[in-house]
């Protein structure tokens, strides 16, 4: 059974710091693309970071210069580190992990930016 179980959102302040983590359970780690999603009230699911088996890192353009998305294959974890923080990156954060026609989804970990 697959499992994505992302860890580490809560509250911060605007111009805080935040470390999300993701720890993959039933597949084969390092066969995969490793990704961060974003879902806020009322939008749609939008991509915030990923990383593939190779280190290869894309970021959306809201997220470059901020956040910083990296991997531990040993591990099976992805991690996002996320600075500087804005009232706009208040969402749902979920880990994806994706290869080929398999693409798997965690239950998401809320990130809050309010002073």
């Known amino acids: 059974q697959v499992q994505l179980v992302e860890s580490g959102g809560g509250l911060v302040q605007p111009g805080g710091s935040l470390r999300l983590s993701c720890t993959a359970s039933g597949i084969i780690f390092n066969w995969y693309t490793m990704g961060w999603y974003r879902q806020a009230p009322g939008n749609q699911r939008e991509l915030v970071a990923t990383i593939t088996n190779g280190g290869t890192t894309n970021y959306a353009d809201s997220a470059k210069g901020r956040f910083a998305i990296s991997r531990d294959n040993a591990a099976k974890a992805v991690y996002l580190q996320m600075n500087s923080l804005k009232a706009e990156d208040t969402a749902e954060y979920y880990c994806?992990?994706?290869?080929?026609?398999?693409?798997?989804w965690g239950q998401g970990t809320q990130v809050t930016v309010s002073s």
């Open positions: 994806n992990a994706r290869v080929d026609q398999l693409n798997y």
